[in-house]
């Protein structure tokens, strides 16, 4: 019998067979996460191809199980990433993973769409996300908006940017409270803000974003 044959006969009927880091369970995100999803924001406006989308898939909510939260949500970036390179455009975005009582696991995505695209690209989640559900579509599992001024942020800089880190604001609200301070977060609140310090149990990679391959 190989390693592989034994390892897959000791685990529990049923049982996540996944290993390493998708088992992983963490509670918070951490500095590093919070500042890696902040220069993604930077680093994506700077290159020309700033995030106007934001995303959520209340995938729980959708049927999909709380160990396939990660899972769900790379499957869903690659039906994305793969609409966009038909375009000859490459995708570029950030995500964060959540938990909690009343949406259960889900997960914010900020990327970049091109305004040309934008049309074509409104039904598009809702469609991914039909892909990635293990059964039918469940009202309300996709939540999209458009990250005003989306369509020039350069014409108004100083009202993208400030829409842009309110949305961070919120996707960074499971990080330590303290974090809020230290990593001048507080004057990015907005109306709908919640406080940082909140947490709840997340299965595997808990926040990421495009890496640039050369």
């Known amino acids: 019998m190989t390693t592989r044959m034994l390892k897959r006969r000791m685990l529990p009927h049923g049982g996540d067979r996944r290993t ?12 590093r996460d919070c500042l890696s999803l902040i220069d993604a924001a930077y680093q994506a406006w700077q ?8 995303i ?21 970036l690659k039906h994305a990433g793969g609409w966009l390179r038909s375009f000859d455009c490459k ?3 950030c995500w964060v993973q959540e938990s909690g009582s009343v949406n259960g696991a889900h997960v914010h995505i900020l990327l970049h769409v091109p305004p040309l695209l934008d049309p074509l690209f409104a039904r ?6 039909k892909l990635c559900l293990p059964g039918a579509y469940v009202a309300k ?15 108004n ?6 829409e842009l880190m309110a949305k961070l604001h919120y996707m960074l609200k499971c990080a330590p409270a303290a974090l809020e301070c230290d990593l ?26 495009w890496q640039d391959r050369k």
């Not at 290159?47 to 934001?54: I, W």
Request: proline share 6%.
């Open 47 to 54: 290159r020309g191809q700033p995030f106007n989308r934001f």
């Open 141 to 155: 599992t996709v939540e999209t908006q458009r990250v005003a001024p989306w369509a020039d942020p350069e014409g």
């Open 124 to 129: 598009k989640p809702m469609h991914w996300a």
């Open 157 to 162: 800089a100083d009202a993208y940017e400030a």
């Open 91 to 93: 995708l570029v975005h």
């Open 184 to 209: 001048d977060m507080i004057r990015r609140r907005s109306p709908w803000s919640k406080g940082w310090g909140q947490s709840g149990a997340v299965f595997g990679k808990r926040a990421g974003r």
């Open 20 to 31: 390493g880091d998708a088992l992983k369970v963490s509670q918070q995100l951490t500095e």
């Open 56 to 76: 959520t898939l209340l995938w729980e909510k959708g049927g999909v199980d709380p160990r396939d939260n990660a899972k769900a949500t790379r499957r869903f």
